[in-house]
């Protein structure tokens, strides 16, 4: 398939044309964690804008199916699905290699899959930590790294890792998925760095929480760690870092996405945006 270059070329020494912010028509993305959440938000924000998606995530099979099938019909999107299990690097591998045999190209590669544990360090499950580190980290490594030759070959590429406010602080009873999102951030200035002169960007998007079913799992969760109810969980400790007292959308993440993916956000690179409502400001 021939190439498809994103910004329309200059004539005779003239600025090239930018496409604005949210056409991504004739691009292929690979998002992973993204039959739920805020995966599937990205996934339906790309495919809304022209892009072609490939789809990766846990869940029931039928359902994955009827989301996938649902995103292609409303959007016109080919959208497909791979089951690559996260903690395992060639299969994470051979994913990359699916969307661009099957979609031509690889232009967007969001690493977004990742799961959560609660609970203190002297009481951790060594199986637990060993699984966060996985599918929060490693993944993000060998899919990158599976990325990386298609997008020099194209000229061009965009790679969006999605970290945490917790890749920039800490917090009680979250060692594993704190140290993981703190690699990431360190992962994706490496990434940036070495691509800078590629044509290839790579930057991370810190959320703040999110109501998605990883937190919703944290609050049952935090609330037998800490022996509070759930309701003060949500009050006293999922919200109360952030000075908004809200959730973060998804509509918002999505927002940061489309700029970091487009044109215009070409020397945004090795960065980590903060879209928390002010937590990380204190």
């Not at 790579?202 to 990883?214: D, K, L, Q, S, Y």
Request: aromatic share 6%; glycine share 10%.
């Amino acid at each position: 398939m021939s190439q498809q270059p994103n910004a329309s070329s200059g004539v005779d020494g003239e600025t090239p044309t930018l496409r604005s912010i949210g056409d991504l028509t004739g691009q292929v993305s690979v998002i992973t964690g993204s039959t739920s959440g805020i995966g599937l938000a990205l996934a339906r924000a790309v495919a809304a804008g022209g892009g072609d998606v490939v789809l990766n995530g846990l869940g029931d099979p039928a359902e994955i199916e009827q989301t996938r099938a649902e995103l292609e019909a409303s959007s016109g999107a080919r959208v497909r699905y791979h089951h690559a299990d996260m903690t395992r690097g060639e299969e994470i591998a051979d994913m990359v290699a699916f969307a661009h045999s099957e979609l031509g190209r690889l232009d967007i590669l969001v690493n977004n899959a990742g799961i959560q544990h609660v609970e203190s360090v002297e009481k951790f499950p060594t199986d637990q930590w060993e699984k966060i580190i996985a599918i929060n980290l490693s993944s993000a490594f060998y899919a990158t790294r599976a990325a990386i030759p298609i997008m020099k070959a194209q000229g061009r590429g965009r790679i969006v890792n999605m970290a945490s406010a917790h890749g920039l602080v800490a917090s009680p009873f979250k060692s594993a998925y704190v140290a993981a999102k703190h690699g990431v951030i360190g992962f994706t200035k490496t990434v940036a760095l070495e691509l800078a002169r590629d044509n290839i960007t790579c930057n991370a998007i810190c959320p703040g929480f999110v109501e998605t079913p990883i937190v919703t799992k944290q609050i049952a969760d935090q609330a037998r760690t800490r022996n509070m109810t759930e309701e003060q969980v949500l009050t006293d400790v999922i919200l109360a870092a952030q000075p908004t007292k809200r959730f973060v959308t998804t509509d918002e993440l999505t927002g940061i996405f489309l700029y970091l993916v487009s044109d215009l956000g070409a020397s945004a690179n090795g960065t980590s945006f903060s879209i928390d409502g002010g937590w990380t400001a204190q």
